[in-house]
């Protein structure tokens, strides 16, 4: 029987946090019985930097609870290095981990079916979602788009694929081999590259709380995912220069006509369009740019992800 971890990332949560445990706790033991799980398995709750009570909740529920673990991080690191630190101490004593929200919006009945996966000798196993009626429509089509985009740009992720996975202790090893700051599990995962399979369940809708992930932390997840793992932006406004140069070379040619036929007056607007254009695509590409040179040295600095504070097994 393999020892199962479920990794759940906490970020004010208390609303949710005694439903969570008290529904994990019964599935946990439903999967040690049908001998999914041994009995050294757990859920290990990631407090990550909380304003609210929730590492209060946390500590209780390991007094209590012997199937509860915590840490608590000394800062709110984000959802991805939370649930990182989650999953580096979760592979020093397991045989497999499975990430979740806290928020009871992946389907715990489908845990089995990881396990077995797991079994059958996968060593990532994805959750993929069948349907998102539970998302608003701006959600979905959002979430949707940037899959889409994703593929277009050559990265490899998994449609429709949050981050409930399993994974075995020899994938979280490969996976602590990665060392990026700018950490974007759902890319990196695919890379590790051993054998993996997908499990379908259908998404729920948050349990109690609302989103952590308000539309601007969405963007700018959504683009730091996209420069993490594709430079085709940086071609992209490669191309863009040589397709305004050559429109500059027509434009040269019509205001030499325009010189020599004596109508130089008339070239005002012009002139302040493509000033105004052309300043902008410029700030647009050095913006790019930037993005990365930034990332470059957020890498270079190679600061830690995330701190433990506090380790309650
Ligand atoms: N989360 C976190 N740190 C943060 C933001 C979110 O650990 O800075 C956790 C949060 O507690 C939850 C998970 O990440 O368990 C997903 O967040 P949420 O459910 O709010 O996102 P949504 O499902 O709305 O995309
Ligand atoms: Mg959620």
Same mark, same amino acid.
């Given at each position: 029987?393999?020892?199962?971890?479920?990794?759940?990332?906490?970020?004010?949560?208390?609303?949710?946090?005694?439903?969570?445990?008290?529904?994990?706790?019964?599935?946990?033991?439903?999967?040690?019985?049908?001998?999914?799980?041994?009995?050294?398995?757990?859920?290990?709750?990631?407090?990550?930097?909380?304003?609210?009570?929730?590492?209060?909740?946390?500590?209780?529920?390991?007094?209590?609870?012997?199937?509860?673990?915590?840490?608590?991080?000394?800062?709110?690191?984000?959802?991805?290095?939370?649930?990182?630190?989650?999953?580096?101490?979760?592979?020093?004593?397991?045989?497999?981990?499975?990430?979740?929200?806290?928020?009871?919006?992946? #389907?715990?009945?489908?845990?089995?079916?990881?396990?077995?996966? /797991? *079994?059958? !000798?996968?060593?990532?196993?994805? @959750?993929? $979602?069948?349907?998102?009626?539970?998302?608003?429509?701006?959600?979905?089509?959002?979430?949707?788009?940037?899959?889409?985009?994703?593929?277009?740009?050559?990265?490899?992720?998994?449609?429709?694929?949050?981050?409930?996975?399993?994974?075995?202790?020899?994938?979280? #090893?490969?996976?602590?081999?990665?060392?990026?700051?700018?950490? /974007? *599990?759902? !890319?990196?995962?695919?890379?590790? @590259?051993? $054998?993996?399979?997908?499990?379908?369940?259908?998404?729920?809708?948050?349990?109690?709380?609302?989103?952590?992930?308000?539309?601007?932390?969405?963007?700018?997840?959504?683009?730091?995912?996209?420069?993490?793992?594709?430079?085709?932006?940086?071609?992209?406004?490669?191309?863009?220069?040589?397709?305004?140069?050559?429109?500059?070379?027509?434009?040269?040619?019509?205001?030499?006509?325009?010189?020599?036929?004596?109508?130089?007056?008339?070239?005002?607007?012009?002139?302040?369009?493509?000033?105004?254009?052309?300043?902008?695509?410029?700030?647009?590409?050095?913006?790019?740019?930037?993005?990365?040179?930034?990332?470059?040295?957020?890498?270079?600095?190679?600061?830690?992800?995330?701190?433990?504070?506090?380790?309650?097994?």
């Amino acid at each position: 029987m393999p020892c199962v971890y479920l990794v759940i990332p906490c970020y004010n949560e208390e609303a949710v946090l005694p439903e969570t445990v008290s529904r994990l706790t019964k599935k946990l033991n439903q999967m040690i019985e049908s001998g999914h799980a041994d009995r050294e398995s757990r859920m290990l709750l990631v407090d990550d930097g909380s304003k609210d009570g929730t590492w209060g909740l946390i500590s209780r529920f390991c007094d209590e609870n012997e199937l509860v673990s915590g840490i608590k991080l000394a800062h709110n690191r984000g959802h991805q290095n939370a649930l990182l630190a989650g999953l580096m101490t979760a592979k020093e004593s397991c045989d497999c981990a499975i990430s979740m929200d806290a928020d009871l919006q992946d #389907d715990v009945e489908v845990l089995d079916q990881f396990v077995e996966k /797991f *079994l059958e !000798g996968c060593d990532v196993v994805y @959750g993929v $979602r069948n349907k998102r009626e539970t998302d608003t429509f701006f959600k979905r089509a959002t979430a949707q788009g940037f899959y889409k985009f994703m593929q277009l740009l050559g990265v490899d992720i998994v449609y429709n694929h949050a981050d409930y996975r399993l994974m075995s202790r020899r994938a979280l #090893d490969a996976l602590s081999e990665y060392r990026e700051t700018n950490l /974007f *599990l759902r !890319g990196i995962v695919p890379l590790i @590259g051993y $054998r993996s399979d997908y499990v379908y369940y259908d998404r729920h809708e948050r349990f109690a709380g609302e989103s952590k992930y308000p539309l601007k932390k969405m963007i700018s997840f959504a683009l730091d995912g996209i420069t993490s793992f594709s430079v085709k932006p940086l071609k992209i406004i490669s191309n863009l220069g040589i397709l305004v140069s050559l429109c500059s070379i027509i434009g040269l040619l019509y205001a030499l006509i325009a010189h020599f036929t004596g109508k130089t007056v008339a070239g005002w607007t012009a002139i302040v369009c493509s000033i105004w254009l052309l300043g902008g695509i410029q700030l647009l590409c050095l913006g790019v740019v930037g993005g990365y040179v930034g990332k470059l040295y957020s890498e270079v600095k190679a600061r830690p992800r995330y701190r433990i504070e506090e380790y309650k097994k």
